[in-house]
């Protein structure tokens, strides 16, 4: 098996569609000889992280929630103050969340980089 390296530029892409499309080369969907219970994924790079377009009032709206299993301390962080710290950690949220629930998540998401 060979993995390949995708180079996306993220200019004027949607968040969602931009994610899914990711998460189909970390798996290796795209490939033939694709099999779910095998690491057989390619390596994806993307550029202009920073521009990519968020539909709606989801920029004003949606929050991101972690807790950290204490009483009271759920901490609820809104998209803007991420992505204006952090933009290809939304991203990285995003691809993360559709990726299978399972051991193999966590060896994909380490073929998503961002330049």
Do not use: C, W
Not at 37 to 46: L, N, P, Q, S, T
Not at 76 to 95: H, M, W
């Amino acid at each position: 098996m060979q993995r390949e390296t995708h180079t996306i530029d993220a200019s004027g892409k949607i968040l969602g569609r931009l994610a899914t499309e990711i998460a189909v080369l970390l798996r290796g969907k795209h490939k033939p000889d694709f099999m779910p219970h095998k690491e057989m994924g390619d390596i994806v790079i993307v550029k202009n992280v920073s521009n990519i377009k968020v539909t709606g009032k989801k920029m004003d709206q949606k929050t991101y929630f972690r807790h950290s299993g204490y009483i009271g301390s759920d901490k609820e962080i809104p998209l803007k103050v991420l992505f204006k710290k952090d933009p290809g950690n939304v991203l990285k949220i995003a691809v993360y969340g559709m990726l299978p629930k399972n051991k193999l998540r966590s060896i994909q998401i380490k073929r998503l980089k961002f330049e």
